[in-house]
């Protein structure tokens, strides 16, 4: 779940927000209510499913794509991870790659692995 949230957090999650699809909310804690309620041999199953559904909308509606935190190092990151991208048929050696971007190789690794 840290993972999870520290995406979120990247991706310019809010504590607060306004919904627009509040009946889809309704529907799933109904859903959930009905499937804790009597005993079955997978109602686990079910209730995990309908809690990953939760927080898969709780986060679509919460996180902003537009304030996605823009620090030099998410940048440097990123161009470092579209080069990775557009050249992967390519042998780069990682000091080959800290190089062109003027890093230590060590804090991009550092970088890359807190990112992706």
């Known amino acids: 779940m840290g993972a999870i949230y520290r995406k979120y957090q990247e991706r310019g999650g809010r504590p607060v927000f306004q919904t627009s699809q509040l009946q889809s909310y309704h529907d799933i804690l109904d859903k959930l209510y009905n499937i804790a309620s009597p005993p079955d041999y997978v109602r686990d199953m079910r209730i995990h499913e309908k809690l990953s559904s939760l927080l898969i ?15 030099p190092d998410t940048l440097d990151i990123q161009a470092i991870k579209d ?34």
């Open 83 to 116: 080069y990775l991208d557009e050249n992967f048929k390519s042998r780069i050696s990682l000091d080959d790659l800290a190089g062109s971007f003027y890093l230590n190789k060590y804090y991009l690794m550092k970088l890359f692995k807190d990112r992706y």
């Open 57 to 71: 909308l709780l986060m679509e509606d919460a996180w902003d794509d537009t304030q996605i935190q823009n620090t």
